[in-house]
């Protein structure tokens, strides 16, 4: 995987039962979809966009996707806190599953170029401070730039993108 550098031990073999367990340990109701939407989000290198995730299922032995159940399980596992959703400055939503229960949240890195969007380690970015009785549910910092992958390729093949 080309760019794979950024998380190199990040991406893995889940399994079925891996994923499953993972959502019956937050006691919800397991259907084939939600541990097949799980289970690709785990595995995946880096945050997938609703067709790139489609396009997965599909070749996967789940088969035949149908799009609102997908989209409605994308939000079912954001809600349930297993997955978080990303908007990068392209206005295409993209989802990563946490890989662990302490996840938190963290910044993301958008490539201008490739378009792909990774999750970043989680660093110590100071919240803003809020007028009073303000209250914060969620920060979100995308990092736009040229991945690595896009900056070695820049300089003979940047009139392709
Ligand atoms: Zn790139
Ligand atoms: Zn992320």
Redesign the pocket.
Known sequence: MA?SSLHPTLTAEVSDAEAAQRLRAIGQRITRLRVAVFKTLLAAEQPLSHPELQQRLEASETGAVDRVSLYRNLEWLVQTGLAHRITADDRIWRFSAHRDETATQHPHFH?V??R?VFCLPESSVPTPPLPADYSMIEMELVVNG??A??GKEAPKKASQH
């Open positions: 760019h490539c170029a490739c792909q040229v991945c992958q896009c």
